[in-house]
């Protein structure tokens, strides 16, 4: 059975510091993995990864993979109050033809001023 | 215009009732889907359709049944739900290009209450 895990679970820090998200994976026919920040109701595209060693970028936010380890990271740095929200890992499997995303449990992160 | 439009945003409903979600998007995404989310919870896959074709069903109860009348619309018909169906359901559609699956663009979801 295809598998996310996140850690850790629920993250609190000062505004300014920079946090590291993980999120491992067990899926078969892997095809990507995605990060999302959800804070009130719907998920928000952050990255998409398809290829190890490869870090992509938005700002303050970065993440890269590595297929070998199966596992990927989200780093966020100079974090802001905003920043606050629950960040999902979801692993996507071919499946029937079609695109399946499994999520992982998320990361809830607070920023505190 | 990376929009998901859902209704309605919010929807209480007895266990008798029959009622409709729908979500509609004009990305020209091929493919979407139904996700259902418990408090605290990640999503949970309930249905995929891709080119309007239901192609995952993740052996979801019957008293939910998906339609995709056309590509920028799906519903989800509820009937006879029971309590523990209220949760956020969320619909997402991707862009589908020869064969490969994008990214999924989430609406802002139907909060459900089932009393």
């Known amino acids: 059975e295809d598998k996310v895990v996140q850690s850790p679970l629920s993250l609190v820090v000062h505004e300014g510091d920079t946090v590291t998200l993980n999120c491992s994976y067990e899926v078969t026919n892997f095809r990507s993995l995605l990060w999302y920040k959800q804070e009130k109701k719907a998920p928000t595209f952050l990255f998409m990864l398809?290829?190890?060693?490869i870090e992509k970028k938005s700002g303050r936010l970065s993440s890269i993979l590595d297929k070998k380890e199966l596992f990927s990271i989200l780093n966020i740095t100079a974090t802001q109050t905003g920043d606050s929200a629950v960040y999902l890992c979801?692993?996507?499997?071919?499946?029937?033809?079609?695109?399946?995303?499994?999520f992982g449990q998320g990361t809830r992160l607070t920023i505190n001023p | 215009d990376t929009e998901v439009t859902q209704t309605p945003k919010h929807l209480v409903m007895g266990m008798t009732n029959k009622k409709s979600l729908k979500c509609e998007q004009h990305?020209?995404?091929?493919?979407m889907y139904w996700y259902k989310q418990k408090a605290k919870k990640p999503p949970e896959l309930m249905f995929v359709?891709?080119?309007?074709?239901?192609?995952i069903n993740e052996s979801v109860p019957s008293r939910f049944s998906p339609e995709c009348p056309n590509s920028s619309l799906l519903n989800l018909h509820l009937h006879a739900l029971q309590p523990e169906d209220s949760a956020l359901y969320l619909c997402a559609s991707s862009q589908v290009v020869q064969g490969q699956t994008y990214e999924q663009y989430f609406g802002p979801g139907t909060r459900l209450t089932v009393t």
């Open positions: 979801a692993v996507e499997g071919l499946n029937q033809g079609a695109q399946k995303l499994v």
């Open positions: 398809t290829s190890s060693g």
């Open positions: 990305m020209g995404h091929r493919a």
């Open positions: 359709y891709s080119y309007e074709k239901l192609s």
